[in-house]
Antibody, heavy 118, light 107 residues
Framework: EVQLVESGGGLVQPGGSLRLSCEVSGFTFSSYWMAWVRQAPGKGLEWVANIKQDESEKYFVESVRGRFTISRDNAKNSLYLQMNSLRVEDTAVYYC???????????WGQGTLVTVSS | EIVVTQSPGTLSLSPGERAILSCRASQSVRNNFLAWYQQKPGQAPRLLIYAASSRATGIPDRFSGSGSGTDFTLSISRLEAEDFAVYYCQQYGSSKTFGQGTRVEIK
C-alpha cells in the first residue's frame, strides 16, 4: 500500500522558517519524481515545487522561488521542503505527492498545516 | 503561465443525474496533459483522470474525461452519493496550474 506521511507543520511568525518532511512507503521512492502541493484554507490547489529522482531538476512556482528549497533522501525514502522568509500568504495545508514523470499527481499524503501569523 | 478556468463554480444535481464539468485553458495544453481530481471535505485530493481521458487505477467507469487543445470536460454519467465533492482540473503541459474548482452539490 502506498503511503505518504507529512510532518513538520505548525505555527510560525512572518519571516520565520520551517522544514517539512514526507516519509513514503509502498513504492520505489527513488524511481519517481516527487512534489509539494498546497491549499490555503477554503481555497483551491497550488503546485509549489517538484524534484526529479536524482535531484538534477527542481522547479518552483514563482511565488516561492528563492525562499523555498526542495530536496530528497532516497536512502531514507524521504522528501523535504525547506521554507524560509515565510509570509502570511504561505499559510496552507501542504501535501506531499507522487509526481508521474514530472506531470500529474497520482498519490497524495494527508497534508500538514503551516500557519504563518504573528 | 497557462491560466485554467473551470465552470460552473457550483453544480446542483440529484443522484442518478449526469454531471458535466468544464475546464478551459488560456493556451493550448501540450499533448493534452490535463488531469482531474476529486476532493471531499477534510480529505486529500484523489486522481481521477490523466492525459485528458485516461482513468486512474480504481476509478469507476462512470467517470470519463474528454477534450483537447484548450477545452476539456469531465463527465460523471450517473451521480452516486459519494460523488458529491469538489473537482479540480490541472494542466501539466507547461509547468503546472490548477483550476479554481467546481463544487458538485446535492440538489
Amino acid at each position: 500500500e502506498v503511503q505518504l506521511v507529512e510532518s513538520g507543520g505548525g505555527l510560525v511568525q512572518p519571516g520565520g522558517s520551517l522544514r517539512l518532511s514526507c516519509e513514503v512507503s509502498g513504492f520505489t521512492f527513488s524511481s519517481y519524481w516527487m512534489a509539494w502541493v498546497r491549499q490555503a484554507p477554503g481555497k483551491g490547489l497550488e503546485w509549489v515545487a517538484n524534484i526529479k529522482q536524482d535531484e538534477s531538476e527542481k522547479y518552483f512556482v514563482e511565488s516561492v522561488r528563492g525562499r523555498f528549497t526542495i530536496s530528497r533522501d532516497n536512502a531514507k525514502n524521504s522528501l523535504y521542503l525547506q521554507m524560509n522568509s515565510l509570509r502570511v500568504e504561505d499559510t496552507a495545508v501542504y501535501y506531499c505527492v507522487r509526481d508521474v514523470l514530472g506531470g500529474h499527481f497520482d498519490f497524495w499524503g494527508q497534508g500538514t498545516l503551516v500557519t504563518v501569523s504573528s | 503561465e497557462i491560466v485554467v478556468t473551470q465552470s460552473p463554480g457550483t453544480l446542483s444535481l440529484s443522484p442518478g443525474e449526469r454531471a458535466i464539468l468544464s475546464c478551459r485553458a488560456s493556451q493550448s495544453v501540450r499533448n493534452n496533459f490535463l488531469a482531474w481530481y476529486q476532493q471531499k471535505p477534510g480529505q486529500a485530493p484523489r486522481l481521477l483522470i490523466y492525459a485528458a481521458s485516461s482513468r486512474a487505477t480504481g476509478i469507476p467507469d462512470r467517470f470519463s474525461g474528454s477534450g483537447s487543445g484548450t477545452d476539456f470536460t469531465l463527465s460523471i454519467s450517473r451521480l452516486e452519493a459519494e460523488d458529491f465533492a469538489v473537482y479540480y482540473c490541472q494542466q501539466y503541459g507547461s509547468s503546472k496550474t490548477f483550476g479554481q474548482g467546481t463544487r458538485v452539490e446535492i440538489k
